[in-house]
């Protein structure tokens, strides 16, 4: 029987009756995919998943794993659906920007690095608790990271593309205005034209000394050397989880700046990622098996 569906798991539920095959993004498809309707690419697989949405002629809809999916929409063909991975990575997402935050405002790399040598020197550190929060980005990740910041009893400013004003929620465009006043600044911003070089030198120069930028969003929403000549004076901190370039080369300076905490683009792939993924590929095959409309469809 034709598999009408290419999954990257064997250990999911599969409607009954439709015929399936495995491509977990490493070892090789099968050589005859012409039935496919329904793929699910394999998450964080590399560049070799992607390509093999142009060759599938039977294709009718896509679901990435990824919250963004921008880097997939130019190659998915018109009529068939994309669907996102919305909702799959909020709480992952959102420990890792706390993380990032802990790590940085309680000096976790200096003592880290004091243990190794059996040190006791002491200092009093920041603090999250009572830190003027400007949290960039106000989609599900930024409402998991709010939740996480309140808890904490941080001072939130939400911002997002477009102001939102019954929702307390500013513009970009009132970032100049805002980023004075800011301790932490968090970004959860996708790829897009007007995401980036969203902090350039103007809009850091902005910040105040000592003030944290963090970014789990895309990299290119920062210019990495404004942000470099303002950490490397140490006017500025850093705690990034995407970088740009991406991945940053082994000599790049940014690495070994005082200051600055840098993690290789892992916050969406906690333990936590992969039983709610299945859950959700199950019921998109369930809806596509069925003629219901599929959920996060973004094209």
């Given at each position: 029987?034709?598999a009408?569906?290419?999954l990257?798991?064997t250990?999911i539920d599969v409607p009954?009756g439709?015929?399936v095959?495995?491509?977990?993004?490493?070892a090789?498809?099968?050589?005859d995919?012409s039935?496919v309707?329904?793929?699910?690419l394999?998450?964080?697989?590399g560049?070799e998943?992607?390509k093999?949405i142009?060759?599938?002629p039977?294709l009718k809809?896509?679901?990435?794993?990824?919250?963004?999916?921008?880097?997939?929409?130019p190659?998915?063909p018109?009529?068939?659906?994309?669907?996102?991975g919305?909702?799959?990575?909020?709480l992952s997402v959102a420990e890792h920007?706390?993380?990032?935050?802990?790590?940085s405002?309680?000096?976790?790399?200096?003592?880290f690095?004091?243990?190794?040598t059996?040190?006791?020197?002491?200092e009093?550190?920041?603090?999250?608790?009572d830190?003027?929060?400007?949290?960039?980005?106000?989609?599900?990740?930024?409402?998991?990271i709010?939740?996480?910041?309140l808890?904490a009893?941080?001072?939130?400013?939400r911002?997002?593309?477009?102001?939102?004003?019954d929702?307390d929620?500013?513009g970009?465009?009132?970032l100049?205005a805002?980023?004075?006043a800011?301790?932490i600044v968090?970004?959860?911003?996708?790829e897009?034209?007007?995401t980036?070089?969203?902090?350039?030198?103007?809009?850091?120069?902005?910040l105040?000394?000592?003030?944290l930028?963090?970014?789990v969003?895309?990299?290119s929403a920062?210019?990495?050397?404004?942000l470099l000549?303002?950490?490397?004076r140490?006017r500025?901190r850093?705690?990034l989880?995407?970088?740009d370039?991406?991945?940053l080369?082994a000599d790049?300076?940014l690495?070994?700046?005082?200051g600055?905490?840098?993690?290789?683009?892992?916050a969406?792939?906690?333990a936590?990622f992969?039983p709610?993924a299945?859950k959700?590929v199950?019921?998109q095959?369930?809806r596509f098996?069925?003629?219901?409309?599929l959920?996060?469809v973004?094209?």
């Amino acid at each position: 029987m034709t598999a009408r569906a290419l999954l990257p798991w064997t250990d999911i539920d599969v409607p009954d009756g439709l015929a399936v095959a495995y491509y977990d993004g490493v070892a090789p498809p099968a050589d005859d995919l012409s039935g496919v309707e329904f793929y699910v690419l394999p998450y964080d697989a590399g560049p070799e998943p992607p390509k093999l949405i142009g060759k599938l002629p039977a294709l009718k809809a896509v679901q990435a794993l990824s919250a963004g999916v921008e880097s997939l929409e130019p190659l998915v063909p018109g009529g068939v659906a994309l669907a996102n991975g919305r909702g799959l990575h909020d709480l992952s997402v959102a420990e890792h920007a706390l993380a990032l935050i802990y790590a940085s405002q309680r000096f976790l790399p200096r003592w880290f690095a004091q243990q190794a040598t059996g040190s006791w020197a002491r200092e009093h550190t920041m603090s999250l608790a009572d830190s003027r929060v400007l949290l960039v980005g106000y989609g599900s990740i930024g409402h998991a990271i709010e939740r996480q910041l309140l808890a904490a009893e941080s001072v939130v400013t939400r911002v997002a593309s477009r102001a939102r004003p019954d929702e307390d929620v500013h513009g970009v465009a009132e970032l100049p205005a805002l980023l004075p006043a800011a301790d932490i600044v968090v970004l959860v911003l996708p790829e897009t034209p007007e995401t980036k070089g969203l902090l350039g030198a103007r809009e850091l120069a902005l910040l105040p000394d000592h003030a944290l930028v963090v970014n789990v969003g895309r990299g290119s929403a920062i210019d990495t050397a404004a942000l470099l000549a303002e950490t490397e004076r140490g006017r500025l901190r850093a705690a990034l989880d995407v970088v740009d370039p991406e991945p940053l080369p082994a000599d790049h300076p940014l690495w070994k700046v005082p200051g600055v905490v840098i993690t290789p683009h892992v916050a969406g792939g906690s333990a936590s990622f992969y039983p709610r993924a299945k859950k959700l590929v199950a019921e998109q095959l369930r809806r596509f098996v069925a003629g219901e409309p599929l959920l996060n469809v973004v094209s």
